[in-house]
């Protein structure tokens, strides 16, 4: 199904708002304490701006940018959802102060929580594998770039290949809509409160079908 643009960036604006405003609570006083609850929301923040960041670049065409900034996405994702449980305020402390070697998470525990929730295939590490490989100078990444120029000089094969790319690139959005709808929502026991609802995500909790994806205790349930 292709995307449609106006009604994904309406998702993320709602998104935005509904951040802001969880911002207001006193554990975060507007992104100005350093909390767990901030470092938490902060992260989201920067999930959103990526997708809106994959949106212009899916519209110009910009493939290597575009996988670049989707590593970026991915990055932020898993550490905000390393940074909700409960028990990594002292680890989302060092964060808020900047100390080295705090932006990345152990993706094998967050591996070992997705299996947890009933994901017995959890793709995280692999495709987080994958994206590094081409946004470093490798030579896969090397070869997409050449891939991509031959696209620009009407090259016929290269045309083809950057065809079936952009397809995939489309296929990125309604499931990196989710991950940032279901972080901001799911009730884990084990992750600290947001202090939002589903009902102030009526437009996007629509747009990646959540019912559909609710388990027997009404918890949202991460397809990854």
């Not at 911002?23 to 701006?49: K, N, P, Y």
């Not at 949106?55 to 996405?73: H, K, P």
């Not at 991950?179 to 909790?205: C, Q, T, Y």
């Amino acid at each position: 199904m292709a995307i449609d643009i106006k009604l994904f960036a309406g998702c993320l604006d709602e998104i935005d708002r509904c951040l802001f405003n969880a911002a207001s609570h006193e554990d975060c006083e507007g992104f100005h304490r350093d909390t767990q609850l901030t470092a938490v929301l902060t992260l989201i923040v920067r999930c959103s701006s990526m997708l809106h960041s994959l949106l212009q670049l899916f519209e110009s065409g910009g493939t290597d940018g575009f996988q670049v900034v989707l590593r970026a996405f991915e990055e932020s994702w898993y550490l905000a959802l390393y940074f909700r449980f409960k028990d990594q305020n002292v680890n989302a402390a060092k964060w808020q102060a900047e100390l080295p070697g705090q932006w990345s998470p152990p993706i094998g525990d967050l591996v070992t929580f997705a299996k947890s929730r009933g994901v017995p295939e959890p793709t995280l590490g692999k495709d987080y594998g994958r994206l590094s490989e081409v946004t470093h100078p490798t030579k896969s990444a090397a070869f997409n770039s050449v891939t991509l120029c031959g696209a620009r000089l009407q090259i016929a094969p290269a045309i083809a290949e950057m065809a079936e790319e952009r397809n995939n690139e489309e296929e990125r959005f309604p499931d990196a809509l989710y991950r940032v709808v279901w972080i901001m929502l799911d009730g884990d026991e084990r992750f600290i409160p947001l202090h939002i609802s589903k009902k102030d995500l009526p437009l996007s909790a629509k747009y990646v079908e959540l019912d559909k994806y609710a388990d027997s205790n009404g918890k949202e349930t991460t397809n990854h």
